[in-house]
């Protein structure tokens, strides 16, 4: 079993930053991928960042690539997400999640085994 723990997130104005983190725990051995995912209210879960367990490797939503930023913290075994010029549509309860396998369809919820339960984020206008 893996447990994962998010922090941070909170409340900030249109054109912001704010940072997210995700404490991973218990088996982390057998993690490939972390990844980031959000839910806005009415809406679907949708995929944000993926980064491989050893650091190396990153993926991002169209919607955030170059605002956003996942990074991995080996000592501390947390996957941070750094970001930027934040948008009101970017508000959202932030998960993370742990994938043990490598998965080219990786935007898909479904291929991740463990979950944190979740950070809000809101973004001011």
């Known amino acids: 079993q893996v447990q994962l723990v998010e922090s941070g997130g909170g409340l900030v104005q249109d054109g912001g930053s704010l940072s997210v983190s995700c404490a991973a725990s218990g088996r982390t051995g057998s993690i490939y991928a972390m990844g980031w995912f959000r839910q806005a209210p009415g809406k679907e879960r949708e995929f944000v960042a993926r980064i491989n367990w050893n650091g190396s490797g990153t993926a991002y939503a169209h919607s955030v690539k170059g605002r956003f930023t996942i990074s991995r913290d080996i000592a501390k075994d947390t996957v941070n997400l750094q970001m930027n010029s934040l948008k009101p549509e970017d508000t959202a309860a932030y998960y993370c999640?742990?994938?043990?396998?490598?998965?080219?369809?990786?935007?898909?919820?479904?291929?991740?085994?463990?979950w944190g339960q979740g950070t809000q984020v809101t973004v001011s206008s």
């Open positions: 999640a742990a994938d043990r396998h490598y998965a080219l369809d990786y935007e898909r919820p479904a291929g991740y085994e463990y």
